[in-house]
């Protein structure tokens, strides 16, 4: 079945460092969504890209989507202690539902 | 505040024992989602409903039911809880199945079977 894998499992980084977690699917995706969830929290939604190749930012967070639409990447710039918790990644499968990533869990050492 | 529901936040159960987790959603949408988190596992589709009156399941539905009571409502139900079921459980509901302003979860209930 489909299947959407995340790298790194884990990532620490010392404050101010850039961080980049990956997303990579067994299938071709019309889209893909990032969340966000803080320790203890519940995912929220951060994005959606839809075009191959594009490219969105939201102040020092950066999302790409691959040209074969098959994977994803989001890169942070200067890491903040307020950027610690896990990003998924999530692609469409069928018509009604989202499968997540594995996600990659970020801590950020002040 | 508008958003997703879950009752209850925590829950222990024994082995064999039956519960219902409810979730509530008030922004008017259309499909609702049961997830389920373990560590390193990421979050897997239990059931989901794509709209009123209609059910499917999801990547994990062994040992699970679920009622779509009404546009607002989608519970889930362990009829012989298993320790494999301890996890964190969220609800998720939105507009339409492939909504591009994603998923709003609710904040979750953390099941421990013993």
């Known amino acids: 079945g489909q299947q959407v894998m995340q790298i790194p499992q884990y990532q620490h980084v010392q404050e101010g460092e850039d961080f980049t977690t990956y997303c990579n699917s067994s299938?071709?995706?019309?889209?893909i969504q990032w969340y966000k969830q803080r320790p203890g929290g519940h995912p929220v939604f951060l994005i959606q890209l839809v075009k191959s190749g594009e490219v969105k930012k939201q102040k020092r967070l950066t999302f790409q989507f691959g040209e074969a639409k098959k994977n994803s990447s989001l890169h942070i710039t200067a890491t903040q202690t307020t950027d610690v918790g896990t990003y998924f990644c999530?692609?469409?499968?069928?018509?009604?539902?989202?499968?997540f990533g594995t996600g990659t869990r970020l801590k950020v050492l002040a | 505040n508008a958003g997703v529901t879950q009752t209850p936040k925590f829950q222990v159960l024994k082995t064999g024992q039956s519960m219902t987790l409810q979730c509530a959603q008030d922004?008017?949408?259309?499909?609702m989602y049961w997830y389920r988190q373990d560590p390193g596992m990421g979050l897997r589709l239990i059931y989901y409903?794509?709209?009123?009156?209609?059910?499917d399941k999801g990547e994990v539905p062994n040992g699970y039911n679920v009622s779509r009571l009404n546009k607002r409502e989608f519970s889930l139900r362990l009829e012989s809880a298993a320790p494999s079921q301890t996890s964190v459980y969220f609800c998720?509901?939105?507009?339409?199945?492939?909504?591009?302003?994603?998923?709003?979860f609710g904040s979750g209930t953390r099941l421990t079977v013993v």
């Open positions: 409903s794509a709209s009123e009156g209609t059910t």
């Open positions: 999530a692609g469409p499968s069928g018509t009604y539902k989202y499968i």
């Open positions: 299938t071709t995706l019309s889209n």
């Open positions: 922004m008017n949408h259309n499909s």
């Open positions: 998720a509901s939105s507009g339409r199945g492939l909504d591009p302003y994603g998923y709003t």
